[in-house]
């Protein structure tokens, strides 16, 4: 399971802000599935970062390079354990089925994490210190909800990423972490060919993730 996720790791060592002494890096690789090598080094990163104040989603078409809280330009490992503590605590870890009715077409599973606030400079926080954007989403106040509560979500590849970087943190959310592991690994997640590409036994398969994933959640 630890060199499962060469190619993401990689990826995702070019769009962190990260600064590991050797050590650290060693100590990662011995503990944590997303590992790629021990020649990874994490460098700067500039996310594309919009916040919202109303409406439905956030696009990703401006640039954040500071902390909003702190100011600060990289983080470090104690942002990242930071923002794992936030996961562990307030985040969720998922996969979503989406389903087409009766058209016969296969239902598609993804990895998605969503971390729900009412502070939306926490979220913005969150992103600077793993060093992914992902988009918030922040519903007009309502008559039943008066109070503005924003969601931070992360879909496919880049929920992957953001599990890299908190992985060696998490405590209660290590579990869905190393299952979300398996199932990139085994399920072929990403390889999109057509209702009858894959066979029976893979479908299965994603169902039966979506399904341990779920019950993890009871735990």
């Known amino acids: 399971m630890r060199e499962t996720f060469g190619g993401m790791k990689q990826a995702a060592a070019s769009a962190t802000a990260l600064a590991m002494t050797g050590n650290q890096q060693m100590e990662g690789l011995a503990v ?3 590992a790629a090598g021990s020649h990874m080094q994490r460098q700067p990163q500039v996310d594309e970062i919009k916040s919202t104040k109303c409406g439905a989603s956030t696009p ?12 600060r330009r990289i983080p470090g490992e104690a942002d990242v354990g930071w923002a794992a503590g936030i996961m562990d605590g307030e985040g969720c870890i998922h996969i979503a089925r989406q389903t087409y009715g009766t058209t016969g077409r296969r239902p598609t599973y993804r990895l998605r994490l969503q971390i729900t606030q009412n502070d939306e400079t926490l979220l913005k926080e969150f992103e600077w210190s793993v060093g992914v954007a992902g988009r918030i989403y922040s519903p007009k106040p309502s008559r039943k909800q008066n109070k503005v509560c924003h969601t ?10 953001v599990l890299a970087r908190l992985f060696e943190h998490l405590r209660r959310k290590r579990p869905q972490a190393a299952l979300a592991v398996e199932f990139r690994d ?12 894959c066979s029976e036994a893979i479908w299965e398969l994603r169902q039966w993730y979506y399904e341990r994933m779920r019950d993890l959640k009871w735990c």
């Open 32 to 34: 944590s599935p997303y």
């Open 60 to 71: 990703i078409n401006a640039v954040r390079v500071l902390s909003p809280v702190s100011r």
């Open 152 to 161: 931070l979500n992360y879909d496919g590849t880049r929920a992957f990423t």
């Open 186 to 197: 085994n399920c072929d997640i990403h390889r999109h060919t057509g209702p009858k590409g």
